[in-house]
């Protein structure tokens, strides 16, 4: 264990040193200066900090989930955190209608399910017939089957039926198909009422789309999605580095969603019990 400094210290040579890409990520080391344990725990300590304030912890917490046998469901599925980070924006722009595409197993179907209420509805697309067909389980072993409709197809027809239909949505979370994300963003933009958002998953590809030239089809149709958001004008755009990386999308120059009335208090302080 390394000795730790009795006050906040930054060198002389930090101070006048230290650049934007060096504040980044919380592993990079003037940000991680003062960890004080094993270099191998940082992770998990760094999880267990970010679980900390969550209301649960594990998947196991909250539902009785299918899995593919043999794939775990954090090697394709979202992190814990940012799925409630989709939570959270859902609640603050009180969105009720969403469409995700790319269902997986259903576990961020479920928790968009989650917080858009009983009034909501959840739009959710899978091309593969194995991942559609455990979500509608895991679905309907939730509770939540009356919020979500799943959707077997393929994705870009489907989002741009969807646009050429006028459907509309409050919130579109793009996680599927990423060599097509270039085809995807114009319809999926397309589908936003006003004062909507746009999230993108995976926009780091696992370090592909930092390459000068991706590697991969999928990091090539993120590059181009990526260059296609960048020509767009009259939006706020930003790219958050959690998870794999999530950019989001929001028309800013809309009207803003009038606010439903709140029939529950806003928040609950839960007080320990008295002994």
């Known amino acids: 264990m390394k000795?730790?400094?009795?006050?906040?210290?930054?060198?002389?040579?930090?101070?006048?040193q230290i650049r934007n890409l060096d504040r980044i990520l919380p592993s990079q080391p003037i940000l991680s200066k003062y960890f004080?344990?094993?270099q191998a725990q940082f992770y998990r300590r760094l999880e267990l900090l970010l679980h900390s304030v969550l209301p649960t912890r594990a998947l196991e917490e909250k539902w009785d989930l299918v899995g593919k046998p043999g794939v775990s469901y954090s090697s394709l599925g979202s992190d814990f955190n940012t799925l409630h980070f989709y939570q959270l924006l859902i609640r603050l722009g009180r969105y009720e209608r969403v469409l995700e595409l790319g269902t997986f197993i259903g576990v961020s179907t479920l928790f968009?399910?989650?917080?858009?209420?009983?009034?909501g509805k959840v739009t959710s697309v899978e091309l593969h017939q194995?991942?559609?067909?455990?979500?509608?389980?895991?679905?309907?072993?939730?509770?939540?089957?009356?919020?979500?409709?799943?959707?077997?197809g393929c994705v870009?027809?489907?989002?741009?039926?969807?646009?050429?239909?006028?459907?509309?949505?409050?919130?579109?979370?793009?996680?599927?198909?990423?060599?097509?994300?270039?085809?995807?963003l114009e319809p999926a933009l397309a589908c936003l009422n006003p004062?909507?958002?746009?999230?993108?998953?995976?926009?780091?590809?696992?370090?592909?789309?930092?390459?000068?030239?991706?590697?991969?089809?999928?990091?090539?149709?993120?590059?181009?999605?990526l260059e296609k958001a960048n020509a767009i004008e009259g939006v706020a755009k930003v790219?958050?580095?959690?998870?794999?990386?999530l950019l989001l999308i929001h028309p800013h120059g809309a009207r803003a969603r009038t606010p439903r009335p709140r029939t529950e208090p806003l928040y609950r302080i839960a007080h320990p019990p008295r002994t």
Request: proline letters at 3%; hydrophobic letters at 40%.
């Open 3 to 16: 000795a730790m400094p009795s006050r906040d210290v930054l060198t002389a040579d930090e101070l006048s």
């Open 36 to 38: 004080n344990g094993d």
């Open 112 to 119: 968009l399910a989650e917080a858009v209420g009983e009034r």
């Open 130 to 152: 194995e991942f559609h067909d455990i979500a509608k389980i895991n679905v309907e072993r939730s509770g939540y089957a009356a919020r979500v409709e799943l959707l077997k």
């Open 156 to 184: 870009v027809e489907t989002v741009t039926r969807l646009a050429q239909s006028g459907a509309k949505y409050d919130l579109v979370l793009m996680d599927a198909a990423k060599q097509s994300y270039g085809e995807m």
């Open 195 to 225: 004062g909507g958002l746009v999230l993108v998953d995976d926009v780091f590809m696992n370090g592909d789309t930092l390459n000068p030239a991706p590697s991969l089809d999928k990091g090539e149709g993120v590059r181009a999605m």
């Open 239 to 245: 790219i958050l580095p959690i998870g794999n990386g």
